[in-house]
C-alpha cells in the first residue's frame, strides 16, 4: 500500500511517500520539504532516489496550499511518482503532543482531533501545525484513512513517580503540569530495532537509547516500556543541545529574568535558541563545527562538547541506577550514529559499570547499524539508524489495514 507521511512545523513541512509491502518490505518512492509556508514566496525540494532533485519557488500561503503543492508534484507527469492521488491509501501523521490521551499511534476521527487540540496548550508550536497539516489532507483527499503517530505517545508508561515534578500537585491537576518526554518513535524505533538485530528479548530487557542530535534526549527501557526519559513538559530539558539549555537550576530563570529586566518571550528565546552548544561555545550549534573548534584549540568548543559528554554519561549512570543494571546502551540520531568522538568520550571509564567499547569498532561505525563494545564487555553498546518517518509509515499501515 502507498502512504504519505507528514510532518507539519508551523512554517514548513516534510513529507515521504512509501510503498510499503510489509514492515520490513517497503520501497521510498519520493520525498521532499515544503519551506517558508505564509511568506510571500515559499519553496518545495522534491527528491526522487535515482532521479536530480526538483526545486520550486512560488507562493505557499497555508498548510492546505503546501499539501495541495505536494500533492501535485508528487502526480506531476514529468516529476511526479504517482498516476493519481487515489492511489494514496493512507496518510501518517507525526504529531507532537498527545498529552496524557495517547499511549500509542491512532486513526484520527472526530473524537482524536478534539483531543489533539487540547493538546495544543502543550506543544503550542506543533500541535496547531500538526492539526492544519491533517485538515488539509481532509480537505483535499477527503475519505483517505489517517494516522497520527505521537512523539509522546511512548513516554506514557513511565510511573508516576519518574513523570512527576515536585511542585505544588495542584499545577499538576490544573494545567497537567508533568514530564511527557519527546523523541518516543526513535526510542521506540531503534531499541526495537537493536534487539532485533543483536538478540535482546525486547520484552525482556533493559535498554538505555541516548537520541543524540540538534534535540537530544535518553531514555530508560524496561521490558519494552519505557520507565524515565530526559526530555519533560517541554523538550527543553534533560541534555545540552544545540541550542536548548538542557536542565538549569530554575533559580538561575528567576535571577537571570530580574538582573536583566528579561520578558518571557526573552527568556524562552534564550533558554531555546541561545543556549546548549551554541551559547556556551559562541561558535556553533553544530557537533562537527565543534569538533573542528576543539581541535583547532578553541577552549569553549571544548569545554561546550565535555559538557554534553559528561550529562549524557550521568544520565547513563542513573539510568543504570534506575532499571538496576542495563542489558544494552544504543547510540541514534546525528550525532549518536556519526560521532565517534562522543561516544568515546561518553562511554570512556565506565568498566566499572561494565562498559568496556572497542574503540576501533567505534571508530568505524558512522551511520550504520553495528555492535561497538567488547565480547567481554557485559553491557552491549550499539549504534542504530532512526528512520522515524518509517515507525509512521508502519504505524499507519498497520492501523489501516487492520481487519
Ligand atoms: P540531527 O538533528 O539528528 O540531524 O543531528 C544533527 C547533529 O549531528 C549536528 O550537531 C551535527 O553536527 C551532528 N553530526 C552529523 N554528522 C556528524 C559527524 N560525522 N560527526 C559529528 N557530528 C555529526
Not at 156 to 174: C, G, L, N, S
Not at 266 to 293: C, H
Not at 356 to 380: F, Y
Amino acid at each position: 500500500m502507498i502512504v504519505l507521511v507528514l510532518n507539519c512545523g508551523s512554517s514548513s513541512l516534510k513529507y515521504q511517500v512509501l510503498d510499503m509491502r510489509s514492515n520490513t518490505d517497503y520501497t521510498l518512492l519520493a520525498k521532499g520539504l515544503v519551506e517558508r509556508i505564509g511568506e510571500k514566496v515559499g519553496d518545495l525540494t522534491h527528491k526522487v532516489p535515482g532521479r536530480d532533485n526538483y526545486h520550486i519557488e512560488k507562493p505557499i500561503a497555508d498548510h492546505t496550499v503546501g499539501i495541495k503543492s505536494v500533492l501535485d508534484i508528487l502526480t506531476d507527469k514529468e516529476h511526479g511518482v504517482l498516476s493519481a492521488l487515489s492511489d494514496i491509501n493512507a496518510v501518517g501523521h507525526r504529531v507532537a503532543h498527545g498529552g496524557e490521551f495517547f499511549f500509542d499511534s491512532v486513526v484520527i476521527d472526530k473524537g482524536v482531533i478534539e483531543k489533539i487540540e487540547k493538546c495544543c496548550e502543550l506543544a503550542p508550536l506543533h500541535n496547531p501545525a500538526n492539526l492544519l497539516g491533517i485538515k488539509a489532507v481532509e480537505t483535499l483527499m477527503p475519505g483517505t484513512p489517517q494516522v497520527a503517530v505521537f512523539d509522546t505517545s511512548f513516554h506514557q508508561t513511565m510511573p508516576k513517580y519518574a513523570y512527576m515534578y515536585a511542585i505544588p500537585y495542584q499545577y499538576y491537576e490544573k494545567y497537567k503540569i508533568r514530564r511527557y518526554g519527546f523523541h518516543g518513535t526513535s526510542h521506540k524505533y531503534v531499541s526495537r530495532k537493536a534487539c532485533e538485530l543483536f538478540g535482546t528479548d525486547f520484552n525482556n530487557s533493559k535498554i538505555i537509547t541516548c537520541h543524540l542530535g540538534n534535540g537530544s534526549s535518553i531514555t530508560a527501557i524496561k521490558d519494552g516500556k519505557s520507565v524515565d526519559t530526559s526530555m519533560g513538559f517541554t523538550p527543553v530539558e534533560g541534555l545540552p543541545m544545540g541550542t536548548r539549555s538542557g536542565n538549569v537550576d530554575a533559580g538561575i530563570i528567576m535571577y537571570l529574568m530580574e538582573k536583566e529586566g528579561l520578558s518571557m518571550n526573552e527568556i524562552n528565546k534564550i533558554l531555546n535558541k541561545k543556549s546548549g552548544l551554541i551559547g556556551i561555545s559562541e561558535l556553533s550549534s553544530d557537533n562537527r563545527d565543534l569538533d573542528a573548534g576543539r581541535e583547532s584549540g578553541n577552549e569553549k568548543a571544548a569545554l561546550a562538547q565535555k559538557m554534553l559528554w559528561y550529562t549524557i554519561k550521568k544520565y547513563i549512570g542513573g539510568y543504570i541506577a534506575a532499571l538496576n543494571g542495563v542489558d544494552m546502551i544504543v547510540f541514534t540520531g546525528g550525532i549518536g550514529e556519526n560521532s565517534n568522538t562522543t561516544r568515546e568520550n561518553v562511554l570512556s571509564d565506565m568498566e566499572a559499570l561494565g562498559i568496556v567499547l572497542d574503540k576501533d569498532l567505534n571508530n568505524q561505525a558512522r551511520g550504520k547499524d553495528m555492535l561497538i563494545s567488547k565480547p567481554e564487555s557485559k553491557v552491549k553498546v550499539a549504534v542504530v539508524t532512526t528512520d522515524e518517518e518509517l515507525v509512521i509509515a508502519r504505524d499507519t499501515m498497520n492501523l489501516t489495514t487492520k481487519k
